[in-house]
């Protein structure tokens, strides 16, 4: 009974098929039917498929269907298979359920856009290939996707075509993606050099033996592919797409720039844990980025005043958690931080679109406050899922984020230095996100009349998402809860079968038996302590006594300058990568293009001008002077042969 | 009996006047009449081996060469009426328009 999983990624590609291939023909409730329902019919396929998993045993949890050999050449045999285990499983749900409330809440969204039918059909093919990137047996069935969701990206960021910005923003995207691919592409190329397969299983069966561990190749091989999750997922030094991704409509910046796409590199280095597994180096490489990517990205996002930026940065940080938990090899702990962020930062962003649709399309939290009475739907979930992103105890971001923290100062690859980075990062956290609540929900009413006349709360299409996201976002941590608190981690007991390592060796210093509970309990009560610190302190600053944030900007005019401006990342990559690139190409063109290329051509046409100059004059066009030239050619001819 | 070599030097005479005649002649019809010439002094020739060989294939050849020239003649006097209805003129050297 396995032959329904290639359903879960056909029925949004149907859904694209209707809706791209009927773009205009069809009335805007249709497309909406077409759009949600084809996303909910794969819910329910991975539901059934998540549940045919639950009554399996642990170690036998693994539902395959292969659909045809897809390229068979020579050694090379990859075949067109679909794979649902564990770690998938998450992901289905993850990217079919939000991605569903995300297609219910963009009906209402996008319901005064002309281009509706074109968003929907886009909506649906993310969907189709980002499903095809988690359920694919093989590397290359997975780049398939990979690039898929790339190219949706690219066309949803460049939703709105007509604003330059839009289109810069999608092409960034699209090529800082395809750096990230080149990595991925050559570390598929070094694996299938030495195992002589692509195939996930086969793979993760043969590397023991056909790579040393630790040895130079596989870690390189590693690296290689986490270039290419650091593409995707917007880590250092490939991040600078993501913040201006935010150039496309809300629901896609909380569907793929929140929720799913951007967190495929996190599923991708846990499908292939056991490779990273075989090498250390490659792990400290992604725990140190991972850490300084949310390190960075948080104190940037504590000066931004543009509320989707804001939550762009604090996605970038989130992610670096995730990719801290994998380089500690507490692999199941960033997934599980995948679900829970999925959860409350896709709800953040609807709310923050829910904020932005009441607003005239105003983005500038400058222009806000005091929206908590105007839209108290929004401002609940939006609340709610604040907390659970700070890690307010008992929010499910609270166990997630606790998880990794936990991990990455007590696995054997962990060190106190990245409990320490992890602990600042949230309060950071805590507090650009109350800066924001403050900001938007409360305080005095900065909008103009104008504005203020047409707040609304929305429609209900979009609240609904809102509310169930906002249990989700609640409840959702629950599964995944730590030992100390003498319950089961049913998350990491399901995910065990899959990730390799899934429970990192520990230092002694941090052994779960004896004192290890009580440093663990003692580092959770540190990081909840400075989180709730974080928080007055954004209360302070930005409802209470604003006057206080004010002087200490102007104390702090340089930093504050610095990180508005991003660290002037984007200026410095400007002028160190864009810009001798294009020297180099104008290079290219003027000499090598115009001067050799072309030169020989013309040069050569010119030769052959000349010589036929010379030759042209034999054509008088005289019938008399040619037969003359014939007859005597045809003497010369004959007199030769008789002669001879 | 005439020698053969007395209907063969007729031929050479009559081809070579015809050789020199398209050489020379300005008159398109003038010319096709030397090319016809031509033709014949290559029919005699056939002609005459045949004869003095007693193999009938010569006679043949004539044959398809008469045709041959006629429909020639047919096709080649169209084109002089064509070229004269352009030029005005019949003048094989007013007719060079195909050169550098």
């Given amino acids: 009974m396995s032959d329904y999983l290639i359903l879960i990624p056909l029925f949004p590609l149907i859904g694209f098929l209707l809706n791209g291939l009927l773009i205009g023909r069809l009335s805007r409730p249709v497309v909406s039917t077409i759009a949600c329902a084809s996303v909910f019919a794969s819910f329910v396929t991975a539901l059934l498929s998540f549940i045919e998993l639950t009554n399996m045993p642990a170690s036998a949890r693994l539902i395959e269907q292969t659909l045809f050999a897809w390229i068979p050449v020579g050694e090379l045999n990859i075949e067109f298979g679909l794979l649902v285990d564990p770690l998938s499983a998450i992901m289905i749900l993850v990217v079919t359920g939000v991605g569903f409330l995300i297609h219910v809440y963009s009906t209402g969204y996008m319901s005064h856009d002309k281009g509706f039918g074109r968003y929907f059909a886009y909506l649906n093919l993310f969907t189709f290939s980002m499903l095809t990137l988690v359920l694919a047996d093989n590397f290359l069935l997975m780049f398939v996707g990979w690039e898929g969701v790339g190219l949706c990206s690219y066309l949803l960021i460049g939703f709105w075509f007509e604003r330059k910005s839009a289109t810069d923003a999608g092409k960034k995207a699209f090529i800082v993606n395809r750096i990230g691919d080149f990595g991925f592409l050559i570390g598929m190329f070094i694996i299938f050099w030495q195992v002589q397969s692509l195939d996930f299983a086969e793979v993760m069966a043969r590397a023991p033996h056909a790579f040393i561990a630790g040895g130079t190749l596989v870690t390189t091989a590693c690296l290689l592919l986490f270039v290419g999750a650091t593409g995707k997922s917007a880590q250092i030094p490939l991040f600078v797409w993501l913040p201006d991704a935010m150039e496309g409509p809300t629901p896609v910046s909380a569907l793929i720039h929140a929720a799913t796409m951007v967190t495929a590199g996190v599923y991708m280095i846990a499908r292939t844990s056991t490779l990273f597994m075989m090498a250390p180096d490659a792990l400290m490489v992604i725990a140190i980025i991972g850490a300084a990517t949310a390190f960075f990205a948080a104190t940037i996002g504590l000066a931004q005043n543009d509320i989707k930026r804001v939550l762009a940065y604090s996605t970038v940080s989130q992610l670096g958690y995730m990719f801290l938990a994998c380089g500690v090899a507490a692999f199941s702990a960033g997934v599980f931080h995948l679900m829970t962020h999925a959860f409350f930062k896709a709800l953040l962003f609807l709310g923050s679109g829910?904020?932005?649709?009441?607003?005239?399309?105003?983005?500038?939290?400058?222009?806000?406050?005091?929206?908590?009475?105007?839209?108290?739907?929004?401002?609940?979930?939006?609340?709610?899922?604040?907390?659970?992103?700070?890690?307010?105890?008992?929010?499910?971001?609270?166990?997630?984020?606790?998880?990794?923290?936990?991990?990455?100062?007590?696995?054997?690859?962990?060190?106190?230095?990245?409990?320490?980075?992890?602990?600042?990062?949230?309060?950071?956290?805590?507090?650009?996100?109350?800066?924001?609540?403050?900001?938007?929900?409360?305080?005095?009413?900065?909008?103009?009349?104008?504005?203020?006349?047409?707040?609304?709360?929305?429609?209900?299409?979009?609240?609904?998402?809102?509310?169930?996201?906002?249990?989700?976002?609640?409840?959702?941590?629950?599964?995944?809860?730590?030992?100390?608190?003498?319950?089961?981690?049913?998350?990491?007991?399901?995910?065990?079968?899959?990730?390799?390592?899934?429970?990192?060796?520990?230092?002694?210093?941090?052994?779960?038996?004896?004192?290890?509970?009580?440093?663990?309990?003692?580092?959770?009560?540190?990081?909840?302590?400075?989180?709730?610190?974080?928080?007055?302190?954004?209360?302070?600053?930005?409802?209470?006594?604003?006057?206080?944030?004010?002087?200490?900007?102007?104390?702090?005019?340089?930093?504050?300058?610095?990180?508005?401006?991003?660290?002037?990342?984007?200026?410095?990559?400007?002028?160190?990568?864009?810009?001798?690139?294009?020297?180099?190409?104008?290079?290219?063109?003027?000499?090598?293009?115009?001067?050799?290329?072309?030169?020989?051509?013309?040069?050569?046409?010119l030769l052959y001008d000349g010589i036929s100059q010379l030759f042209r004059h034999a054509q008088t066009g005289r019938v008399r002077s040619y037969v003359t030239v014939f007859v005597i050619g045809v003497v010369g001819i004959l007199g030769w042969l008789v002669m001879r | 009996m005439v020698p053969i070599s007395a209907y063969l030097i007729v031929a050479?005479?009559?081809?070579?006047?015809?050789?020199?005649?398209?050489?020379?002649?300005?008159?398109?019809?003038?010319?096709?009449?030397?090319?016809?010439?031509?033709?014949?002094?290559?029919?005699?020739?056939?002609?005459?081996?045949?004869?003095?060989?007693?193999?009938m294939d010569g006679h043949a050849f004539v044959f398809l060469v008469l045709t041959v020239a006629a429909a020639e003649a047919a096709v080649g006097l169209a084109m002089v009426i064509t070229i004269y209805n352009n030029r005005e003129s019949i003048n094989i050297d007013r007719f060079n328009i195909l050169k550098w």
């Fill in chain 1, 354 to 605: 829910s904020v932005i649709h009441a607003m005239s399309d105003e983005q500038d939290m400058t222009k806000m406050g005091g929206l908590k009475k105007y839209l108290p739907i929004t401002y609940w979930t939006f609340l709610l899922a604040t907390l659970a992103i700070s890690g307010i105890p008992f929010f499910s971001g609270f166990f997630s984020k606790d998880e990794i923290l936990w991990k990455s100062y007590s696995s054997l690859y962990g060190h106190p230095i990245f409990w320490v980075i992890g602990v600042v990062t949230a309060g950071m956290t805590a507090f650009y996100m109350f800066r924001l609540v403050y900001m938007t929900f409360h305080g005095k009413e900065r909008m103009d009349d104008k504005t203020r006349k047409k707040i609304h709360e929305s429609p209900r299409s979009m609240t609904v998402p809102l509310m169930i996201l906002a249990v989700l976002s609640v409840v959702g941590g629950y599964v995944g809860m730590p030992h100390i608190f003498g319950v089961t981690n049913y998350f990491e007991e399901w995910l065990s079968p899959v990730l390799a390592g899934h429970e990192p060796p520990t230092h002694a210093l941090a052994s779960t038996s004896g004192g290890g509970a009580g440093t663990e309990m003692l580092l959770m009560a540190l990081s909840v302590l400075l989180v709730l610190i974080a928080i007055y302190t954004a209360r302070l600053f930005y409802n209470k006594k604003p006057e206080l944030a004010t002087a200490l900007r102007g104390k702090l005019t340089g930093v504050h300058k610095t990180l508005q401006n991003k660290y002037y990342i984007d200026e410095i990559y400007t002028a160190v990568v864009v810009h001798p690139l294009i020297i180099v190409s104008i290079g290219l063109w003027k000499v090598v293009d115009v001067i050799f290329i072309d030169g020989f051509i013309n040069t050569l046409a």
């Fill in chain 2, 12 to 55: 050479v005479v009559l081809f070579g006047i015809g050789t020199m005649g398209v050489l020379i002649s300005r008159n398109i019809i003038v010319l096709f009449m030397c090319v016809e010439l031509m033709l014949n002094a290559a029919n005699l020739a056939l002609i005459a081996f045949s004869r003095s060989l007693n193999i």
